[in-house]
């Protein structure tokens, strides 16, 4: 998307403003109360948002390369504020870490990245996930890492001590999704089932 088509796309989206002039008012009066932290890959194609026909003020979102949260002891300063912002004071009662089909994070991690990179340092967070998939014997690395991925950054949530305690209070719910790029469609992660099934 060039510069020019973004000016332009501006004019649009001020049009569609005035129309929820009432949605925009209200969001700057009484602030933000949104009831969802979104953790989600960076990726231009997955755009939280449009998938699940968001509003503004709907979703607190972090994005980043495969949709990572570090554990605690990684004192990753970006990520752990966003967690800190959303769960004690924006008080949201649901984490979504979203996973995707074709995420070139996860296909970085299985290839291998040059050991000088920031992405290399990055995708250490990640790097449990290939291995439990390797030795579960899928015939499908990718996906299997994918989804592997998405437990081991639910898993990461819980390093954080006031996530874990609302947590079991019931008073924070984390959910496991998967998008699918071909088909826009997500799945989530039954924890009784033990299976995927489609959201709607
Ligand atoms: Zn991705």
Known sequence: MALEKMKKGNAVFTDKFKENEKLYHDLVENGQHPKVLWVGCSDS???PEFTVN????DLFVIRNIANIIPPKDADEICTSSVL???VLHLNVGHIVICGHTGCGGINALIDGTPEDSKIHDWLKY???AKETAKNSGTNSLELETIKENI???ANNLITFDYIEKKQKKDEIKIHK???DMHTGKISFFDD???DWFPLN
């Not at 968001?54 to 003020?57: E, L, P, V, Y």
């Open 84 to 86: 800190e912002y959303a």
């Open 177 to 179: 999704w998967l998008y």
């Open 126 to 128: 990640a790097h449990l």
């Open 54 to 57: 968001a509003n503004a003020g």
């Open 45 to 47: 194609r997955v755009v």
């Open 151 to 153: 437990f081991l950054q």
């Open 192 to 194: 009784f089932k033990k």
